[in-house]
């Protein structure tokens, strides 16, 4: 049985969208009120449950999270994925980033949707819709994207901030107050911030560290002080694109140590909290079917096993596209024990380094904030 929210949460694919209608005064998924501009601010794993459980190091945004500020992210509850149906509305298995580790099949080769873009597989192409800031462009609104240097050119940008002018911050504090700048000079405009900095140390020292938590503060902080000097009338959103989980060393599964989980597998993708395994062409029915049976047998209390098939009847991608569903896995393993999956064989063993760890379909992972201030405050 998969997990069935039980709230009427509104959905990150719905925030830009909803925070460009606002400016021409517009109804709109998230019932945001008019603003002149709108800057909306994604913290890379700040789930709701990571500021819930860490309230002390982050009063600001603590003090604003309720339970109605609590929203769903994508599956899988990964960057390529959710920052895609962030920036263009769409779920996907529209936009086509079904995943970090997905199968180029006419390459017959896994490509990394965040950074392995080459001449096989085209940015402008993979992401398949247009962008929420080029519409946004159409309609005469200024729009703009706030990131790190390394980020203004990477084919990953090209693929999801199409549209949007990229300005460069190379700390969290250069951010905002490049944000505050362009808030100020371009009138209506869409700015959208983004913050990797929490998700890189929680991958490399766990949420729950003091690195993390540092970096919590630092960015609660920033957040008040760019509350307090926003221009009147623009309206400023907090959200992140999913959750993070710690996941030791000793709860590691290697998928390798069972040789009936490999059997018949071609390629595995996805990432350690959710696989995505590719037949070899050659299985026929019969052993497509043992295969999910031994996964099941094997994993199915430490995880959901779902076909693709079964997959996409669940709706975990919104609708699929005909071009797309290739690139989802045939088998998808999404860990609901705190556990990660591994293969050994891969020639690249250093993300069993990682501790913080995410997406898969828990609370702790796909719950994650929608925060208001400015013009949305909430009255």
């Given at each position: 049985m998969?997990?069935?929210?039980t709230?009427?949460?509104g ?5 830009l969208?909803?925070?460009e ?9 998230l ?30 945004l ?11 992210t994508?599956?899988p ?21 079904v ?23 085209r ?8 962008t929420?800031?080029?519409?946004a ?5 200024a ?9 203004a050119?990477?084919?990953?940008t ?7 002018e990229?300005r ?13 700048q362009?808030?100020q ?19 490399a020292h766990g949420?729950?560290s003091d ?6 503060e630092?960015?609660?902080?920033e ?5 307090d000097?926003m ?11 999913h ?5 030791p ?18 390629h ?8 995505s395994l ?15 049976d ?14 693709r098939?079964?997959a996409?009847?669940h709706g ?9 569903r290739?690139r ?8 609901r ?6 293969d ?11 501790i ?8 702790d ?5 929608l ?9």
């Amino acid at each position: 049985m998969l997990p069935v929210p039980t709230d009427s949460a509104g959905r990150l694919a719905a925030v830009l969208d909803s925070s460009e209608a606002s400016i021409a005064g517009e109804p709109n998924a998230l019932s945001l009120p008019p603003a002149r501009s709108t800057v909306v601010v994604l913290a890379d794993g700040l789930g709701a449950a990571n500021i819930q459980q860490r309230a002390g190091h982050a009063r600001y945004l603590a003090s604003r999270l309720a339970k109605r500020d609590v929203i769903r992210t994508v599956f899988p509850s990964t960057t390529a994925a959710a920052l895609a149906s962030f920036t263009t509305g769409r779920m996907p298995g529209e936009h086509g980033l079904v995943g970090y580790r997905v199968l180029d099949a006419d390459g017959d080769r896994m490509v990394n949707q965040l950074n392995g873009w080459d001449d096989g597989m085209r940015p402008e192409s993979w992401q398949r819709v247009p962008t929420l800031f080029e519409r946004a462009r159409e309609r005469g609104l200024a729009t703009f994207a706030v990131g790190a240097p390394r980020y203004a050119d990477s084919g990953f940008t090209h693929a999801v901030l199409r549209g949007a002018e990229y300005r460069s911050g190379s700390t969290i504090a250069d951010r905002f107050a490049e944000a505050l700048q362009v808030v100020q000079q371009a009138e209506p405009a869409v700015v959208y911030l983004y913050v990797p900095e929490l998700d890189q140390a929680a991958h490399a020292h766990g949420w729950q560290s003091d690195r993390w938590l540092g970096l919590l503060e630092a960015l609660d902080a920033e957040i008040a002080a760019f509350d307090d000097r926003m221009p009147r009338g623009s309206g400023l959103l907090v959200t992140a694109d999913h959750g993070v989980i710690d996941v030791p060393a000793h709860r590691h599964r290697f998928i390798d140590a069972q040789p009936g989980l490999v059997d018949g597998v071609r390629h595995v993708g996805g990432e350690p909290r959710c696989l995505s395994l590719y037949f070899e062409p050659g299985l026929d029915e019969s052993g497509r079917a043992d295969l999910v049976d031994r996964w099941r047998e094997a994993e199915g209390e430490r995880a959901w096993v779902l076909t693709r098939d079964e997959a996409i009847a669940h709706g975990l991608y919104g609708p699929v596209d005909p071009e797309v569903r290739p690139r989802i896995g045939d088998v998808i393993v999404a860990a609901r024990a705190g556990v990660a999956y591994y293969d050994r064989r891969e020639p690249n063993r250093q993300a069993e380094a990682m501790i913080g760890q995410h997406g898969s379909l828990s609370d702790d992972e796909t719950r994650i904030p929608l925060i208001r201030a400015g013009a949305y405050e909430r009255r």
